[in-house]
């Protein structure tokens, strides 16, 4: 009986490897673009999508970034398009697509990674943080994915990415007009993937936990900022609370090549999305005490700062390097 069992699995075992071998294709020649890819993670994708043969265009809200990112790809031998543009307006989003259709004729695969993260206490967040980050993280891709359906549907193919957050899953304190958009874009993620499967496009959605990209250097801080840029740096800064920024691009275009419809990045990320899911009360309870660790700021304290306006804890040293490595220092 044992034997058969062991028979029973193996046999299981291939066909999945087989299925998932016959889900594969090559990425080579395919034009991929990136919205937010002058730094950080989307500078990274960028990368392993040129490395994997795709011309790529980015796009982002900062020339100088933009300029070293070009730059950066061109030396590595990647064929790319970089336009200025901030996904939360309408009509630059729509012009962003039309500008990559001209030059490349097509947008094969579609990953929607532009962010804004701003770090503090509820009580200094205002009606208009909560406004921007919709504007960014949920209304960008929203916009720039209904530019680029149109020409995906004619052809009958096509694969979107959209780049979530554990975040989307499981709020996060400090973390709530983040938290509440990045819900918003997971929901239309994984409706947009049952409802344009049948039309032959993919969509994966990718739920990270933290990953080493120096993004803390870029996130936006209110309340005591150095107090929440110290906790959120340290948390993004070690191989034990994070994954490297590389292997997540790995990972994300292994899922995209594969037409994968969800993946969670990190086991932290994986654990915090299972422990919710079986016990939501707990996970809030939990939360909660978590939150009473975390910094207090007075209602008034509403202005923000940018986190590498801030002093630098020297036990981030390792998110640093990560941050020099992904561009995280050359805007303006």
Known sequence: MKQRLLAAGAVAWLGWKLLQKSREDWLEGSVVAITGGSRGLGLLLAREFGRNGCRVAICARDGVELDHARADLARRGVDVLTFTCDVSDRMQAETFVDRVIERFGAVDILVNNAGIIQ???MNTMRVEDFERAMAINFWGAVYCTLAALPSMRQRRRGRIVN?????????IPHLLPYDCAKFALVAFSEGSTAELAAEGINVTTVVPG?????SPNNALFKGNWQNEYTWFSLASATPLTTIAAERAARRIVAATRRR??????????TALRTFHGALPSASIRVLAGVNRLLPRADARATAEARGRELDRPPLTAMMQRAARQTNQFSGI
């Open 260 to 269: 994968e419809p969800e993946v969670t990045l990190t086991w932290q990320a």
């Open 210 to 214: 933290l990953m080493r990209t120096g």
């Open 163 to 171: 780049i979530t957050s554990i975040g989307g899953k499981v709020a």
């Open 119 to 121: 770090v503090g206490p």
